[in-house]
Each structure stands twice: as structure tokens, then as C-alpha cells.
């Protein structure tokens, strides 16, 4: 059992930078596949952008890819996604996950969420 709070949303112009973090508590993130996933206001999907498994593997989807970055603190069991360059499609509420160890781009695959954290990019 881990718990996850993320904060570090916000509104931020287009072409402007975020950086959101990710605390755990109860297990340490190392032993755990982590990941970033967002929802759009309004939608239903769900879209995994940024993982970062044990071994230090990395994933982005294709629309984050070279504009943000996943990494991890071990000392303050935190997680963070470095998020350059944004875009208002990238306008959605970010939820910080963790999974075992095969786990990969499907949300359903992540069994534990924090509350999730507003980012909204303006024009």
C-alpha cells in the first residue's frame, strides 16, 4: 500500500514550464513502477504520458516526448514530471500512479492514484 499526493499545478501561458510533484508515503517509489497519466476535462480517457520503471526505463507517449521529463528522488520519495514548452492541448488534470513492475501504457494496469492536480495551459 502507497499513498500519492500530487501538487505543483497551475495556470501557465503556452510555451511556459510546470513542474509537478508526486509524495509518497507507506512504500518507497523505487519498488514500484511510476507514472505519470492525464485526463482532459470533460473526457473519459485517460492517457499514460511519462513512465519511469525500477531499473530507470523510461517511456513518453509521442505528443510529450522532448518537452517532459519524469524523475525520482529517493531521498524525498518523490516523483516529478518536468513539463517544458506546454501546449493547451496539454490542458488536463495530472494524476501521479504507481504499478508493478510489468506494468505499461494502460491505466487500468496502475492500482494506486493520487487525487490529481490541475494544469491548465492558456493561449
Known amino acids: 500500500q502507497v499513498q500519492l499526493v500530487e501538487s505543483g499545478g497551475g495556470l501557465v501561458q503556452a510555451g511556459g514550464s510546470l513542474r509537478l510533484s508526486c509524495a509518497a508515503s507507506?512504500?518507497?517509489?523505487?519498488?514500484?513502477?511510476m507514472a505519470w497519466i492525464r485526463q482532459p476535462r470533460g473526457e473519459d480517457r485517460k492517457d499514460v504520458v511519462a513512465?519511469?520503471?525500477?531499473?530507470?526505463?523510461?517511456y513518453y507517449a509521442d505528443s510529450v516526448r522532448g518537452r517532459f521529463t519524469i524523475s525520482r528522488d529517493g531521498a524525498k520519495n518523490t516523483v516529478y514530471l518536468q513539463m517544458n514548452s506546454l501546449k493547451p492541448e496539454d490542458t488536463a488534470v495530472y494524476y501521479c500512479a504507481a504499478g508493478p513492475s510489468g506494468v505499461g501504457i494502460l491505466p487500468y494496469e496502475y492500482h494506486y492514484w493520487g487525487q490529481g492536480t490541475q494544469v491548465t495551459v492558456s493561449s
Open positions: 507507506g512504500r518507497t517509489v523505487g519498488s514500484y513502477t
Open positions: 513512465i519511469k520503471w525500477s531499473d530507470g526505463k523510461l
